[in-house]
């Protein structure tokens, strides 16, 4: 769950202002630049780093034991904070997750990754 003074709080208001079909990575990337990108970059990579790990924290607790609708939340929140992570970073997700993945498992370089249990892939 997302703290009272958390600035990623879902804001209703925020909802309005999303795409109401899909979305890009890119573009849900681009929207948490304008929402957040003044407060982010004041904040600066450490101090983001502190809250994605908060959230990242408050998504195990509720994979253990939120509802259904707590845990979504909280999956959007760490998709959020990594989003800023990389926007305060100069890092493109959409890119670097197709540089990355966007050939298969970049272990074994297949569309099913067969590399070993015991390995990372
Ligand atoms: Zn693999």
Redesign the pocket.
Known sequence: MTTPDSPHRLDKSVSSALPSSKMTLGEWQSIIQTMYSRKDETRGVDGTFMWFMEEVGELAAALREGSPDELAAEFADVLAWLATLANISDVDLERAIRLKYGNG?P??G?SV???DMAEK?
């Open positions: 498992c272990g074994c297949q990754c067969r590399c892939p």
